[in-house]
């Protein structure tokens, strides 16, 4: 019965995710248009690329996030974790309990992106950091496009049983795509305040998503009358 949920959960959220990340993407393209304004993160995002398009993909690297976000996650519902191992290519975390968020959330949060943001934050705290501000916005680049390009080549190249433990492939597939968006939009937001307009994004993607169920249930309804007619 949750998996049957779940599933019409994601395909109601279907199209807030395409026109959430439609969205996401045009604000993205309105930062790129000042192209001094996003070099250092153009930059990064470029430099780990080329990395990783080259054959070094950071694997141990990557499963340590993906596990230590696993397990942040469950900490933050109150799970207790018992154990946790990273190798270079698997790793896994055991618990008492779990819950869809946590299942899915290395595939939603950009740890080091995070990890990145939070250093920066408390060093801001303790002395004046604007000077380093482009090697900041330079690594947060780099790790987003770390997460991205991790996220997708490890869904894309194996079964997870991560998504079938969150509800389904559809759900977790539809729940992450537009998870991200939305992550990416804070990003954006935070390091690009005036360019960024989250009202803006909200209201266009909630627009859009109800003029597509409007149409859909328009036509089932006409679909009806006219099968009784």
Known sequence: MKKIFKLLIAVLLIPT??????????????????????VELLAGVALYSVIHFCGYHFDRMYVFGHETTHAAAGMLFGFRVHSMQ????????????????????????????????????AAAILTDVTSYRPLFVFLVGFFMAFHFIQTCKTLWETQQPDLKLAGGNIFSVVIIILSNA?????????????????????????VSTYNVWKIVINYIIEQIISSRA
């Open 86 to 121: 990273v190798g270079k290519d698997s790793g896994y975390v055991k618990m008492n309990d779990t819950n869809a968020a946590v299942v899915l959330a290395p595939y939603i949060i950009p740890f080091y992106a995070v990890l990145t943001g939070l250093i920066y934050a």
């Open 17 to 38: 995710a395409f026109f959430g990340v439609a969205e996401v993407l045009g604000s993205f393209w309105e930062v790129l248009k000042n192209f001094q304004t996003a």
């Open 182 to 206: 939305v992550v990416l939009a804070l990003v954006l937001k935070c390091l690009f305040p005036d360019k960024v307009l989250l009202g803006q994004l909200v209201r266009g993607t909630a």
